[in-house]
Protein backbone atom coordinates (compact mmCIF):
# COMPACT_ATOMS: atom_id res chain seq x y z
CA UNK A 1 0.00 0.00 0.00
CA UNK A 2 4.78 5.16 -3.36
CA UNK A 3 3.77 8.14 -5.91
CA UNK A 4 0.55 8.33 -4.21
CA UNK A 5 -2.04 8.04 -6.88
CA UNK A 6 -5.21 9.36 -5.04
CA UNK A 7 -7.93 6.90 -7.52
CA UNK A 8 -6.34 3.74 -5.70
CA UNK A 9 -8.40 3.91 -2.09
CA UNK A 10 -9.37 0.23 -1.83
CA UNK A 11 -6.80 -0.62 0.87
CA UNK A 12 -7.78 2.97 2.74
CA UNK A 13 -4.41 3.95 2.26
CA UNK A 14 -3.59 6.86 -0.36
CA UNK A 15 -0.24 7.47 -1.17
CA UNK A 16 3.27 6.13 -2.10
CA UNK A 17 2.62 3.53 0.44
CA UNK A 18 -0.32 1.87 -1.88
CA UNK A 19 1.58 1.49 -5.14
CA UNK A 20 2.22 -2.35 -4.91
CA UNK A 21 -1.07 -3.13 -4.09
CA UNK A 22 -3.59 -0.85 -5.09
CA UNK A 23 -2.66 -0.33 -8.82
CA UNK A 24 -5.07 -1.93 -9.69
CA UNK A 25 -7.93 -0.36 -8.27
CA UNK A 26 -9.45 2.94 -9.50
CA UNK A 27 -11.95 4.84 -7.92
CA UNK A 28 -13.31 8.22 -9.27
CA UNK A 29 -10.91 11.15 -8.77
CA UNK A 30 -11.56 14.82 -9.45
CA UNK A 31 -8.44 17.06 -10.23
CA UNK A 32 -8.61 20.71 -8.81
CA UNK A 33 -5.01 21.42 -10.32
CA UNK A 34 -1.72 22.54 -8.06
CA UNK A 35 -1.45 18.48 -7.40
CA UNK A 36 -4.65 19.01 -5.72
CA UNK A 37 -7.57 16.73 -5.80
CA UNK A 38 -10.24 13.96 -3.74
CA UNK A 39 -11.13 11.12 -4.56
CA UNK A 40 -13.85 7.88 -3.61
CA UNK A 41 -13.65 4.03 -3.58
CA UNK A 42 -15.92 1.64 -2.47
CA UNK A 43 -15.65 -2.15 -1.32
CA UNK A 44 -17.50 -5.00 -0.50
CA UNK A 45 -17.76 -8.64 1.29
CA UNK A 46 -21.20 -10.85 1.12
CA UNK A 47 -21.38 -14.33 1.91
CA UNK A 48 -23.38 -17.15 2.28
CA UNK A 49 -22.43 -19.29 5.45
CA UNK A 50 -23.88 -23.04 6.79
CA UNK A 51 -22.43 -23.41 10.22
CA UNK A 52 -22.71 -27.16 11.98
CA UNK A 53 -25.47 -26.86 14.42
CA UNK A 54 -25.55 -23.00 14.08
CA UNK A 55 -29.80 -23.53 13.52
CA UNK A 56 -32.00 -22.21 16.13
CA UNK A 57 -32.60 -25.87 17.44
CA UNK A 58 -28.73 -26.45 17.85
CA UNK A 59 -28.35 -29.45 15.71
CA UNK A 60 -29.38 -28.14 12.24
CA UNK A 61 -27.14 -26.52 9.85
CA UNK A 62 -27.49 -22.54 9.82
CA UNK A 63 -28.08 -20.86 6.21
CA UNK A 64 -27.49 -17.76 6.61
CA UNK A 65 -26.72 -14.61 3.76
CA UNK A 66 -24.69 -11.84 4.84
CA UNK A 67 -23.06 -8.61 4.37
CA UNK A 68 -19.61 -9.30 6.18
CA UNK A 69 -18.11 -5.61 5.42
CA UNK A 70 -19.20 -2.45 3.10
CA UNK A 71 -16.39 0.30 2.90
CA UNK A 72 -16.27 3.66 1.69
CA UNK A 73 -13.10 5.23 0.65
CA UNK A 74 -12.71 8.74 0.55
CA UNK A 75 -8.70 10.70 -0.15
CA UNK A 76 -7.45 14.10 -0.76
CA UNK A 77 -4.19 15.63 -1.81
CA UNK A 78 -3.69 19.35 -0.70
CA UNK A 79 -0.16 18.70 -2.09
CA UNK A 80 2.20 16.46 -3.57
CA UNK A 81 3.50 15.31 -0.51
CA UNK A 82 0.45 16.14 2.38
CA UNK A 83 -2.71 14.15 1.68
CA UNK A 84 -5.38 12.49 3.91
CA UNK A 85 -8.06 9.54 4.17
CA UNK A 86 -11.08 8.98 5.78
CA UNK A 87 -12.62 5.44 5.34
CA UNK A 88 -15.96 4.10 6.69
CA UNK A 89 -16.56 0.28 7.40
CA UNK A 90 -20.38 -0.92 8.32
CA UNK A 91 -20.36 -2.60 11.60
CA UNK A 92 -23.62 -4.90 11.53
CA UNK A 93 -25.45 -2.21 13.28
CA UNK A 94 -23.99 1.27 11.75
CA UNK A 95 -21.66 2.56 9.52
CA UNK A 96 -18.24 3.96 11.55
CA UNK A 97 -14.89 5.68 11.13
CA UNK A 98 -12.60 2.99 9.77
CA UNK A 99 -9.15 5.07 9.14
CA UNK A 100 -8.80 8.97 9.57
CA UNK A 101 -4.99 9.77 9.01
CA UNK A 102 -3.41 12.94 7.68
CA UNK A 103 -0.20 11.69 5.86
CA UNK A 104 3.07 13.71 5.00
CA UNK A 105 5.49 12.25 2.97
CA UNK A 106 8.99 13.68 2.98
CA UNK A 107 10.10 10.94 0.58
CA UNK A 108 10.00 7.16 -0.08
CA UNK A 109 12.00 6.48 2.76
CA UNK A 110 10.77 9.27 5.29
CA UNK A 111 6.44 9.16 6.00
CA UNK A 112 4.55 10.23 8.51
CA UNK A 113 1.01 9.42 9.30
CA UNK A 114 -1.60 10.92 12.64
CA UNK A 115 -4.80 10.04 13.32
CA UNK A 116 -6.42 6.79 13.19
CA UNK A 117 -5.13 3.58 11.29
CA UNK A 118 -4.01 0.21 11.59
CA UNK A 119 -0.60 0.05 13.87
CA UNK A 120 2.42 -1.88 13.09
CA UNK A 121 1.79 -5.76 13.09
CA UNK A 122 1.66 -8.82 11.36
CA UNK A 123 1.37 -9.42 7.39
CA UNK A 124 -2.03 -10.60 8.21
CA UNK A 125 -3.40 -8.15 10.25
CA UNK A 126 -1.43 -4.85 7.71
CA UNK A 127 -3.07 -7.26 4.80
CA UNK A 128 -6.71 -6.94 6.20
CA UNK A 129 -9.87 -8.85 4.92
CA UNK A 130 -9.84 -7.96 1.06
CA UNK A 131 -6.38 -8.67 1.07
CA UNK A 132 -5.69 -12.40 2.76
CA UNK A 133 -5.78 -15.77 1.21
CA UNK A 134 -9.46 -16.73 0.59
CA UNK A 135 -9.99 -13.18 2.25
CA UNK A 136 -13.05 -12.40 5.29
CA UNK A 137 -11.88 -11.82 8.93
CA UNK A 138 -10.36 -15.42 9.27
CA UNK A 139 -6.90 -13.05 11.07
CA UNK A 140 -8.81 -14.14 14.68
CA UNK A 141 -6.84 -17.88 15.43
CA UNK A 142 -3.08 -16.99 15.20
CA UNK A 143 -3.02 -13.54 14.12
CA UNK A 144 -4.58 -11.82 17.02
CA UNK A 145 -3.34 -7.62 16.85
CA UNK A 146 -6.54 -6.75 15.27
CA UNK A 147 -9.37 -9.27 16.79
CA UNK A 148 -8.37 -8.21 20.54
CA UNK A 149 -6.88 -4.60 19.97
CA UNK A 150 -7.50 -1.12 18.94
CA UNK A 151 -11.11 0.97 18.66
CA UNK A 152 -12.54 -1.40 15.65
CA UNK A 153 -11.53 -3.41 12.88
CA UNK A 154 -7.85 -2.83 14.53
CA UNK A 155 -7.50 0.44 14.25
CA UNK A 156 -6.18 2.83 17.17
CA UNK A 157 -5.35 6.11 17.58
CA UNK A 158 -1.92 7.55 17.54
CA UNK A 159 1.05 8.21 14.89
CA UNK A 160 3.44 6.27 12.98
CA UNK A 161 6.52 7.05 10.95
CA UNK A 162 7.37 4.78 8.53
CA UNK A 163 9.82 4.34 5.56
CA UNK A 164 10.90 2.08 2.55
CA UNK A 165 14.60 1.84 1.77
CA UNK A 166 17.01 -0.56 -0.46
CA UNK A 167 14.88 0.44 -3.47
CA UNK A 168 11.72 -1.02 -1.35
CA UNK A 169 13.18 -4.34 -0.47
CA UNK A 170 13.58 -3.01 3.41
CA UNK A 171 10.54 -1.23 5.11
CA UNK A 172 10.35 -0.33 8.35
CA UNK A 173 7.28 1.45 10.90
CA UNK A 174 7.12 2.68 14.40
CA UNK A 175 4.64 4.14 16.17
CA UNK A 176 3.23 5.43 19.34
CA UNK A 177 -0.62 4.70 19.77
CA UNK A 178 -3.47 4.90 22.92
CA UNK A 179 -3.54 0.80 23.17
CA UNK A 180 -5.73 -0.61 26.50
CA UNK A 181 -8.05 -2.79 24.55
CA UNK A 182 -5.83 -6.28 24.95
CA UNK A 183 -7.74 -9.22 25.71
CA UNK A 184 -11.65 -10.26 26.24
CA UNK A 185 -13.02 -9.35 29.57
CA UNK A 186 -9.81 -6.35 29.64
CA UNK A 187 -11.10 -2.81 30.07
CA UNK A 188 -10.80 0.49 27.99
CA UNK A 189 -8.92 2.94 29.73
CA UNK A 190 -11.77 5.20 30.58
CA UNK A 191 -13.58 2.25 32.12
CA UNK A 192 -10.62 1.77 33.94
CA UNK A 193 -10.33 5.11 35.48
CA UNK A 194 -14.10 4.45 35.91
CA UNK A 195 -13.31 1.32 38.06
CA UNK A 196 -10.59 2.88 39.84
CA UNK A 197 -8.35 0.49 38.37
CA UNK A 198 -4.37 1.42 39.85
CA UNK A 199 -2.73 1.82 36.62
CA UNK A 200 -0.56 4.17 34.74
CA UNK A 201 -1.09 5.64 31.59
CA UNK A 202 1.74 4.57 29.20
CA UNK A 203 1.48 4.80 25.55
CA UNK A 204 1.87 1.22 23.39
CA UNK A 205 4.39 1.28 20.73
CA UNK A 206 4.63 -0.70 18.15
CA UNK A 207 6.93 -1.83 15.20
CA UNK A 208 7.72 -3.79 12.12
CA UNK A 209 10.47 -4.71 9.86
CA UNK A 210 10.34 -6.33 6.90
CA UNK A 211 12.90 -7.79 4.01
CA UNK A 212 12.34 -8.80 0.83
CA UNK A 213 14.92 -10.28 -1.23
CA UNK A 214 12.96 -11.34 -4.62
CA UNK A 215 10.32 -8.40 -5.85
CA UNK A 216 10.55 -5.30 -3.54
CA UNK A 217 7.09 -4.65 -1.51
CA UNK A 218 6.94 -1.11 -0.74
CA UNK A 219 4.31 1.07 1.55
CA UNK A 220 3.33 1.03 4.54
CA UNK A 221 0.21 -1.58 4.47
CA UNK A 222 0.86 -4.63 2.64
CA UNK A 223 -0.88 -8.20 1.03
CA UNK A 224 -1.07 -11.77 2.46
CA UNK A 225 -0.87 -12.72 -1.56
CA UNK A 226 -0.03 -11.39 -4.48
CA UNK A 227 -1.86 -14.15 -7.20
CA UNK A 228 1.15 -14.61 -8.95
CA UNK A 229 1.54 -11.13 -9.98
CA UNK A 230 5.21 -11.09 -7.98
CA UNK A 231 7.96 -13.16 -6.83
CA UNK A 232 8.05 -12.76 -3.15
CA UNK A 233 10.80 -14.14 -0.73
CA UNK A 234 10.43 -12.40 2.60
CA UNK A 235 10.67 -11.88 6.25
CA UNK A 236 8.85 -9.80 8.82
CA UNK A 237 8.97 -9.08 12.28
CA UNK A 238 6.72 -7.29 14.33
CA UNK A 239 6.05 -6.37 17.71
CA UNK A 240 3.86 -4.41 20.41
CA UNK A 241 4.22 -3.31 23.96
CA UNK A 242 2.36 -1.72 26.50
CA UNK A 243 2.89 -1.01 30.45
CA UNK A 244 -0.07 -1.56 32.25
CA UNK A 245 -1.57 -2.12 28.80
CA UNK A 246 -3.61 -5.15 30.29
CA UNK A 247 -6.54 -3.70 32.46
CA UNK A 248 -9.20 -5.67 34.22
CA UNK A 249 -11.43 -4.93 37.51
CA UNK A 250 -8.91 -6.87 39.65
CA UNK A 251 -5.61 -5.46 38.60
CA UNK A 252 -3.37 -4.41 35.43
CA UNK A 253 -0.47 -6.32 33.72
CA UNK A 254 1.99 -5.14 31.10
CA UNK A 255 1.14 -6.33 27.49
CA UNK A 256 3.69 -7.59 24.95
CA UNK A 257 3.11 -9.49 21.80
CA UNK A 258 5.14 -9.95 19.11
CA UNK A 259 6.03 -12.52 15.67
CA UNK A 260 7.77 -13.40 12.79
CA UNK A 261 6.28 -13.78 9.64
CA UNK A 262 7.51 -15.18 5.99
CA UNK A 263 5.77 -14.92 2.73
CA UNK A 264 7.38 -16.60 -0.59
CA UNK A 265 5.33 -16.60 -3.70
CA UNK A 266 7.34 -17.78 -7.07
CA UNK A 267 6.00 -17.97 -10.80
CA UNK A 268 6.62 -21.56 -12.60
CA UNK A 269 5.08 -23.34 -15.59
CA UNK A 270 1.33 -23.21 -15.12
CA UNK A 271 0.96 -21.12 -12.38
CA UNK A 272 2.40 -19.61 -8.97
CA UNK A 273 2.98 -21.24 -5.78
CA UNK A 274 2.60 -19.57 -2.86
CA UNK A 275 3.80 -20.60 0.80
CA UNK A 276 3.24 -18.56 3.89
CA UNK A 277 4.02 -19.33 7.98
CA UNK A 278 3.78 -17.32 10.37
CA UNK A 279 4.72 -17.46 14.96
CA UNK A 280 3.06 -15.56 17.35
CA UNK A 281 3.72 -14.63 20.91
CA UNK A 282 1.31 -12.86 23.78
CA UNK A 283 2.05 -11.63 26.99
CA UNK A 284 -1.16 -10.15 29.29
CA UNK A 285 1.26 -10.15 32.18
CA UNK A 286 -1.40 -13.02 33.35
CA UNK A 287 -3.93 -11.01 33.62
CA UNK A 288 -5.72 -12.61 31.11
CA UNK A 289 -4.38 -16.18 30.15
CA UNK A 290 -6.77 -16.69 28.17
CA UNK A 291 -5.55 -14.45 25.40
CA UNK A 292 -2.04 -15.25 26.32
CA UNK A 293 -0.18 -17.96 24.50
CA UNK A 294 2.01 -18.68 21.52
CA UNK A 295 0.22 -19.06 18.38
CA UNK A 296 1.03 -20.33 14.19
CA UNK A 297 -0.44 -20.11 11.03
CA UNK A 298 0.36 -21.26 7.65
CA UNK A 299 -0.91 -21.59 4.24
CA UNK A 300 -0.46 -23.58 0.85
CA UNK A 301 -1.96 -21.83 -2.53
CA UNK A 302 -1.61 -22.12 -6.42
CA UNK A 303 -2.78 -19.87 -8.72
CA UNK A 304 -3.62 -21.19 -12.21
CA UNK A 305 -1.85 -19.31 -15.12
CA UNK A 306 -4.76 -20.86 -17.49
CA UNK A 307 -8.05 -18.37 -17.11
CA UNK A 308 -11.43 -20.51 -17.20
CA UNK A 309 -13.98 -18.07 -18.64
CA UNK A 310 -13.24 -14.58 -16.83
CA UNK A 311 -11.00 -15.73 -14.18
CA UNK A 312 -8.56 -17.87 -12.76
CA UNK A 313 -8.63 -20.57 -10.10
CA UNK A 314 -6.23 -20.46 -6.50
CA UNK A 315 -6.79 -23.37 -4.38
CA UNK A 316 -5.79 -22.78 -0.62
CA UNK A 317 -5.28 -24.84 2.54
CA UNK A 318 -4.44 -22.78 5.31
CA UNK A 319 -3.40 -23.83 9.23
CA UNK A 320 -3.97 -21.94 12.23
CA UNK A 321 -3.81 -22.71 16.29
CA UNK A 322 -3.37 -20.58 19.00
CA UNK A 323 -2.40 -22.15 22.59
CA UNK A 324 -3.60 -20.25 25.37
CA UNK A 325 -1.49 -20.10 29.15
CA UNK A 326 -5.10 -21.73 30.40
CA UNK A 327 -4.11 -25.02 28.46
CA UNK A 328 -7.12 -24.57 26.48
CA UNK A 329 -6.09 -24.62 22.35
CA UNK A 330 -8.11 -23.30 19.79
CA UNK A 331 -7.49 -24.74 15.89
CA UNK A 332 -9.02 -24.08 12.62
CA UNK A 333 -8.09 -25.75 9.47
CA UNK A 334 -9.49 -24.24 5.70
CA UNK A 335 -9.76 -25.56 2.50
CA UNK A 336 -10.63 -23.38 -0.29
CA UNK A 337 -10.70 -22.31 -3.95
CA UNK A 338 -10.96 -18.30 -5.34
CA UNK A 339 -12.11 -17.97 -8.37
CA UNK A 340 -9.76 -14.37 -9.19
CA UNK A 341 -12.04 -12.48 -11.85
CA UNK A 342 -9.83 -9.01 -11.18
CA UNK A 343 -7.30 -9.38 -8.53
CA UNK A 344 -8.72 -8.33 -5.16
CA UNK A 345 -11.54 -5.76 -6.78
CA UNK A 346 -13.23 -8.96 -8.22
CA UNK A 347 -13.49 -12.49 -6.31
CA UNK A 348 -15.63 -15.40 -5.76
CA UNK A 349 -14.68 -17.64 -3.25
CA UNK A 350 -15.49 -21.16 -1.40
CA UNK A 351 -13.74 -22.29 1.84
CA UNK A 352 -14.93 -25.16 4.23
CA UNK A 353 -13.68 -24.65 7.94
CA UNK A 354 -13.12 -27.02 10.64
CA UNK A 355 -12.30 -25.26 14.22
CA UNK A 356 -11.36 -27.42 17.68
CA UNK A 357 -11.33 -26.30 21.03
CA UNK A 358 -10.25 -28.40 23.52
CA UNK A 359 -12.66 -29.64 25.63
CA UNK A 360 -15.58 -29.01 23.07
CA UNK A 361 -17.08 -30.90 20.50
CA UNK A 362 -15.40 -29.79 16.71
CA UNK A 363 -17.41 -27.58 14.51
CA UNK A 364 -17.55 -27.01 10.79
CA UNK A 365 -18.61 -24.24 8.35
CA UNK A 366 -18.88 -23.99 4.68
CA UNK A 367 -18.73 -20.28 3.08
CA UNK A 368 -19.57 -18.81 -0.23
CA UNK A 369 -18.28 -15.40 -0.68
CA UNK A 370 -18.10 -11.90 -3.02
CA UNK A 371 -15.62 -9.48 -3.16
CA UNK A 372 -16.43 -6.85 -5.23
CA UNK A 373 -14.07 -3.27 -5.06
CA UNK A 374 -14.39 0.07 -7.05
Given at each position: MRTISLHHLARGAIGIACLSVLQAHAGATISMGDDRSVSVGFGMRASYASIENGAPDGSSHSNDFNLDSARIFLGAALTKNIKGMLNTEWDGEQIRVLDAAAMFSVSPELNVWAGRLLSPSDRANMAGPYYSLG???????ASRYGYNGGIFRGRDDGV??????????LGYSFGAFEGHTFGIGSLTQSQARAAHVDAGDSLM???RLQLDLWDAEPGYYG???????K???????AARTQKDGVLTAARSGDYLGYNVDFLLEKKLPGGAVGVEAAWYRYDTGNVVRS???DAWSTGLSWVFGQAIGVGKLQPFVRLQKFAADTGIDQRQDDVGVNYIISGYNAQVGAVYSRTRVTGQASNSKFVVALQAQY
Open positions: GGYWAGVVVWGNAMDGKYAGTGNYLGDDILAFGVEQG
